[in-house]
């Protein structure tokens, strides 16, 4: 369904019929560059405003809001002109202000205070976004009211293939027939499925910056699927909030490591989703690093281009794919993706670079990991689900320095 | 003129009447909390949308985008709804895209092409943020057009007595008329001489940090001016985009320093400040320290408390002082103000502290230099002297972690 | 065997002796300046070697050896010429090595493997160091035989008033005949106390940092006792390795806070140093600031000269004190000390800056938190308490960039 | 003095002869570790001191000593025992103290006035560290006496194509006949050529973190040529100390970027040395990233090992290479080399591991670019260049945190 025909069935429910009739014609009008996507919906409060009326505006359940992910939803629904938070749970912190856990929500008063989940209220919630921990997510989303629409931004709904789960999670799957429902949620290659999916499994921050550019070039044969090698940096925010010495800052400033080699959990996903472009089982190398900064995630991919093929036609087949996408940007040919210029905001960089060994490419894509890589993304997917322009309460731009 | 009246001003030109009134009554039905500030105007592009035909969008010129707090004015603007940049100015890049400056702001492709000041068109202009280095800002904004609004974030215009401006910057004043024209822009303390400036002369980023808090403790006479003791700690964005030894990564990461012992080019202004608020001759301890982070800045300020005078007296007086602005925020008894939750951000947050010794008090403030302590209050200062209500544009939450 | 013995043994057998009558009259032949201290001893392990029978040379067991501090210890011990470890200690890691610990370790393949403090053998112990959290540290530091030299670098020792230990720690000092008998390891105020002691109580960071530029100008009655005001910024090692929230990366990464503001344990410990030197009750004003910097630590002190007393008194008293002292460097004036470039090293850097407060001055004074501000200064003691030359161990430069 | 006169002398005058026989066999009874490498000698300023006459110490002259890699030969001469600076070069700062370019030396007082390179007086010099850019090297190389023994730190003669020299850095090459007489100075590989070399070639940092593993396994045929792929990653201190935009602490904390994608100029160092292991001619796939911290180097290696070699084999392999190695050390089994762990040390850490990707292997290596990957190998190969023990003044522990 195209958009048009998606708002059209908005309209169809009579909520912002009336707006977006006046606001596109205005914009057009105006020629205003600003407003951008299929969708001509102006994702301002505005528009809440002037056709609000009480239940009209969606209500959201936030549940671990403790996390970096939970504080990431907060700080993006913020801005929001159509999603208001209602519930916002936290076992450890059940009780307490936001505030209390991260002061710089303190001007934010009037947030709910935190519940245990066990606690939370979803009557008044249309929507949940689940920044629970792997594992215990699948018990809690089985009892949720099946009229939420959900994004569950653990890792527990990636893998279509449960026995997949159970090997690199250690435990069995606890939601088989949730896991059947779940659509991945790899905004601009599974958009379609997105937008009428009840539960979204988020994908994790490293398949999104790594799948977002390859899945495109690998569908359209452009590159061999056996050699892809994936050498990818992440900020330290991808680790959470729990307290470990790991991730301590005199652990981690001034100094470069891997982990996981091999072994890192976000393979699997990635692999799943590569291997579906392909229509083959594909097997990746892929080596994260961890890195002194709190934001931000570089892929570096290094691929063998199919016979034939040059750098122009990769570049090429990037740009088609992207070309009418807000948040994936192939930059001008040269132009080195950096992660201090998508920091804070919903951007995936991407471009493309020839290697000295004949027949092969360089593939560089960044990305803030707690954005794009994780709530941006999430709001990206429930815009779309709620039937809302796309990227309201996304037009952060990157914060730099 | 309170707000209210000046709403009314602006009423009556007709711009924003209609959806004035009518937004206003939505808002109180709501209940919405968001919308603050005495003005009850919207701050979202709809507005614009709603009232606008060509030529009411306020147009800006940019000089000076080259450089950091270029940058962030570019920032902010970009989701203002009232604002339109339509000239910008970089002498060493003119001719260049901005985003071949700031690579993170390629997907802002509707931005003008850099042009050398001089080659500056200010027929399409109402209005200008000056972020050129002091010295040569004088010069410049002498020779623009009388109907221009203008906000210059250099120290050009800061200080009144230019005999102290040619003592502290070695050279004679090159436009004393405009000095005695100018107005300080201390938003909070001097909102109403800012609502009919034309030319205002935005504060330094220490002089901000310290005088927000300061002014209203020593104009209610609750602190000694004999013996203000400031520490201040700075993020190397304060110190701008040249190129120096001195600021390079390697130099600056992992360590402290103290600089400008005494002689900071912020001391007259921090004084004139002060002074101002005393009626008499202040003079200040001020030591700025250079710290390893992009952002933020925190004072730290040591005061010797009136004859009588309590702890409590002082956190009463600046909540009474704050309690109804948006942008500065007097923290919950005991909670200690840090730069990271302001971090992109155009807050100030304050605490007080009881001193050890005893009769003195701690007062600690922080703001995001880039933002409260330049750029940000530049746009404050603009939406008021514009008529437009004072936060709009400037609602971002603090980008944590 | 005991220091008194040990020194008496290696004068006996004439090693030192001969070596230091060689040595000083060669130095003397070449001009050369890298051997100081007042013992012409090299401090080379050749000596022990030529010297060293099975046993002779001094047995370290380190307590604690899992943290920053015990890290630091084994760092500096590497290199010296007279100490070996021969036990380590580390309750939770006991039995592991200590390259599983500290992987940065790995090259040291003759480190004694982890036991956990109450299986440790102290039959093959000369001397301690002890690393262990306060609290805990008097109870241990009571069983062990009374034979052993001690350098204790917690909390527990340090403050002579057992009941001001009970106020700030929350608990009954355990070892009051030994808070009786232990020495406090300001190396350069107490170094004759210290090379009798059998016990030391090691400083704090913060302390050492403080009182080192301040006692020689109290103690001459330079400043007044009543005004000292303490901003002091640290490196975050000095929260020690325990896993705790707020030591994240991502939470202190490109941002500073005070933290304990007028309330940190070290405070006792300043006065109580401070007020010695002035023969009266000395109350601080100290505020502490955790920085974005694994190591480091600078104290900005503001006083109040005594009357007549100008900036240049001050700097010629620091002078004298300190020409002969190999750890404290009185800068040349003007020149502002930088923890950068005290980093890795034993050094403390000093300098005095006149204020533009009548009759005031700054002074600023840096050390690596970890070495001169804990286990450098420990192993400075250590060596004084020997018998061995001051600086052995202890010649690192700083490490910059 | 020559080199070759200056052992030759030594070794007339028994001096090392003698003391290695003394301190061999008190070595072996103490079953002393400490003390390692081919020769016995003990590497301690007291050999110098017990066989010094005047002018008998090796002399050194270091050119370009205000950049980081001239401030790291002084940091680890400055304990050196055998060599004493007695010439500084920095023409931009002729006529100043080198504490005054770099405050941490403040301490080092007998250090050399700076002096511009055309002044410098080598009549008193025995062996150059030349750490001046390249493209100047040539010519100032060209100019000094020939007994003078010479380590370059620049790119300027590490290529033995001149015609690969004039492609890369794009201009001809000023002195080919000293080009066929440098040595390339990758100590653990080439140690023997070092040891009669006049003129040592150091390496750049990226190559030497890529060939010390890689030769051996190219060598041994373990893996295939054709498809090396290299991601690295550099500390900042990499790009030296000049002032540039790109450089600054703003620029770079808090992000990674890739630079010179397929372009850095040491692809032709890295393609040369894998190209002799192989005896045909290596191309390799190589992409350099910045990250935010000061010091440290990884690059992740990603290899097709040759039909039926394993995981087994490449790790047997560099564990042959390297048992007897003091600055290359494997790993144990699955242990992740960290920059961490080699911070201001010369180590390197490697280590290999099995990729998914059937036939794969993932090398990881990790270096200080400081020190191994500059100015520690300088010395090493200077060392060995002067008969001196090679790790002399090199045995400094990682500095962590």
């Known amino acids: 369904m195209s958009t048009a025909s998606l708002s059209s069935t908005f309209l169809d429910r009579g909520c912002f019929l009336k707006s977006e009739e006046r606001l596109s014609s205005l914009a057009k009008q105006n020629g205003n560059k600003k407003y951008f996507g299929r969708s001509n919906t102006l994702p301002f409060k505005s528009l809440r405003v002037s056709n609000s009326k009480p239940g009209q505006e969606a209500r959201v359940a936030l549940l671990g809001a403790s996390g970096y992910t939970g504080a990431e939803i907060i700080r993006l629904l913020t801005n929001h002109p159509f999603f208001g938070i209602t519930v916002m749970t936290a076992d450890r912190n059940a009780g307490k202000s936001i505030e209390s856990v991260f002061p710089h929500f303190v001007t934010q008063k009037d947030l709910p205070t935190l519940v245990s989940t066990s606690d939370a209220n979803f009557s008044d919630v249309d929507a949940v976004f689940c920044c629970l921990p792997h594992g215990t997510t699948q018990e809690i989303i089985k009892g949720l009211p099946r009229r939420l629409k959900i994004v569950d931004l653990s890792a527990d709904f990636r893998l279509r293939d449960i026995s997949e789960y159970e090997e690199w999670y ?194 560089i894509s960044v990305i803030d990991n707690l954005v794009k890589g994780a709530s941006g993304q999430a709001l990206q997917n429930l815009n779309i689900m709620m039937g809302f322009p796309e990227r309201t309460g996304l037009e952060y731009l990157p914060l730099f320095p």
């Open 170 to 363: 250690g435990q069995p799957h606890r939601a088989p027939n949730l896991q059947e429902e779940a659509v991945y949620g790899l905004t601009e290659i599974y958009r379609e499925k997105v937008r009428y999916a009840r539960l979204v499994a988020n994908p994790g921050c490293y398949p999104t910056s790594i799948q977002l550019p390859l899945i495109p070039l690998i569908k359209t044969n452009l590159i061999e699927h056996g050699n892809i090698i994936i050498d990818s940096k992440s900020g330290v925010s991808g680790a959470g909030r729990g307290a470990k010495v790991s991730n301590l800052y005199t652990e981690l400033t001034e100094g470069i490591m891997s982990y996981g080699v091999t072994k890192h959990r976000h393979v699997p996903e990635i692999e799943q989703g590569l291997s579906d472009a392909a229509c083959s089982k594909v097997t990746v190398s892929f080596t994260p690093h961890l890195m002194p900064m709190s934001r931000g995630m570089q892929s570096t991919i290094y691929v063998q281009m199919a016979s034939g093929v040059t750098i122009e036609d990769l570049y090429h087949q990037l740009k088609v794919s992207y070309e009418n996408e807000e948040f994936v940007k192939l930059l001008d040919k040269g132009i080195v993706p950096r992660t201090h210029d998508v920091r804070g905001s919903n951007y995936c960089y991407v471009n493309v670079f020839p290697d000295r060994i004949r027949g092969r490419a360089i593939i």
